[in-house]
């Protein structure tokens, strides 16, 4: 059973415009929830975050919004540029027993900008 | 500067041997984790560990066992390499608590032939 999904497998989009991913999950004890940026070979790495208490996270031209009674989240990446290609990850965090917390990722979404 | 190191970018083994796959980070980060990327599947979470000798399944953790002797490294060993097991493994690190990010290695393909 898939807790955090992503249903766009892809996404292409013209440099200089708006990319927005989106990201759903069903399990009400995650708290906090991130994106990851992946390019082929190499690990993941930390993009933004957003906690369970805010709606929305801004850092540049990446801004991560959360709709909690909906259990949705979205990136948007404005302005698009070439470099954005990669593959989004969304992940969301739940306690794991004792303090300890755990990532569960979604399958992750290709985003192509074009130039 | 962050990192989480693979002892191997790219890895080939036979069916049936016995795999070591090595994680080192520097960050002194309590919990570590051990993914495997897969097309149309993306990470899922093979075992993960908050403490010295402390391991906790994941979500496919058959065919796989890991070791934590040292609070920096952590090793995944696939105890009898099968083809299905051909993949990218990541390791990541984080901190205790909650609010707080992983950081991933480069990854080390596996092909398990």
């Known amino acids: 059973d898939q807790q955090v999904k992503q249903n766009s497998p892809s996404l292409s989009v013209q440099e200089g415009r708006i990319s927005i991913l989106n990201c759903d999950y069903t399990?009400?004890?995650?708290?906090?929830f991130l994106w990851y940026k992946k390019y082929p070979a190499e690990g993941p790495t930390f993009l933004i975050s957003?906690?369970?208490?805010?709606d929305k996270n801004e850092d540049g031209r990446f801004t991560v919004f959360l709709n909690k009674s909906a259990k949705h989240l979205s990136l948007h990446i404005v302005p698009s540029q070439p470099g954005d290609s990669a593959v989004y990850f969304c992940?969301?965090?739940?306690?794991?027993?004792?303090?300890?917390?755990?990532?569960?990722f979604g399958k992750g979404t290709l985003l192509t900008v074009n130039p | 500067d962050v990192k989480v190191t693979q002892s191997s970018r790219y890895l080939v083994k036979r069916t049936g041997e016995k795999v070591f796959l090595e994680c080192v980070q520097d960050m002194d980060h309590e919990n570590m984790f051990w993914y495997r990327q897969d097309p149309g599947l993306g990470l899922r979470l093979i075992y993960f560990?908050?403490?010295?000798?402390?391991?906790e399944k994941g979500d496919i953790p058959e065919g796989y066992s890991v070791s934590r002797e040292k609070k920096e490294r952590f090793s995944l060993i696939l105890e009898s390499a099968s083809t299905n097991q051909t993949s990218m493994y990541l390791c990541?690190?984080?901190?205790?608590?909650?609010?707080?990010?992983?950081?991933f290695g480069q990854g080390t393909r596996l092909t398990v032939v």
């Open positions: 957003i906690s369970s208490i805010k």
């Open positions: 990541a690190s984080s901190s205790l608590g909650r609010n707080t990010e992983a950081f």
């Open positions: 399990n009400s004890m995650f708290d906090y």
């Open positions: 992940a969301a965090s739940a306690r794991s027993g004792g303090s300890n917390y755990k990532l569960t």
């Open positions: 560990s908050y403490d010295v000798k402390m391991k």
